[in-house]
């Protein structure tokens, strides 16, 4: 999908969010930031972002990033990477496409977007995606996107079903 670009949300907005100041994030963003980024279900996992920040600062260029469309000059969700590449050079994606966007290729224009900046890390061997068992739609997207998938191991707060792509 044209148009459609990733735009790092950055340390300070990712701070701000974890701290629950919506407004304070939203000023250090060069795009309108929807309120659902706000939502107070939202700020254990931007703390999550902003723990990872104070253990690297080089976090902020994998972390969060908004779905920008620039044609219709709107944010219609996020994407990004749950952390820098571990030791082994694995990187896992997440993203999330606010459900009046889904079904238009947001998600997948980003998906494709975050393995390409995957491709060119030369520390990323393997990026994952991490998801649940009735998640049908991102199931087949990751498929489609060239994942596969592996066995489950213990991930926290599952079921799971982990999906692998070879970056090399």
């Known amino acids: ?19 629950g100041d919506f407004a304070g994030a939203a000023r250090s963003v060069p795009v309108p930031l929807p309120p659902f980024f706000g939502r107070p279900e939202w700020v254990p996992g931007w ?13 902020a260029a994998w972390l969060a990033h908004v779905i920008w469309d620039e044609h219709r000059q709107l944010v219609v969700g996020r994407a990004g990477f749950h952390d820098l590449p571990d ?18 290729g947001y998600a997948r224009a980003a998906l494709k977007q975050l393995l ?25 997207l990751v498929a489609q996107c060239g994942f596969v998938e592996v066995p489950a191991h213990d991930e926290p707060g599952g079921p799971w079903v982990v999906y692998e792509f070879d970056a090399r």
């Open 1 to 19: 999908m044209s148009g459609v670009r990733l735009l790092p949300l950055g340390e300070v907005a990712i701070r701000a969010l974890a701290e």
């Open 116 to 140: 390409a900046r995957s491709v060119r890390a030369p520390e990323v061997v393997t990026v994952r995606a991490v998801i649940r068992p009735d998640n049908v739609p991102s199931r087949r």
């Open 47 to 59: 703390g999550r972002a902003r723990a990872r920040l104070d253990a690297d600062p080089r976090a």
């Open 87 to 104: 030791p082994a050079g694995r990187v896992e994606v997440t993203y999330g496409v606010e459900p009046e966007y889904r079904r238009q």
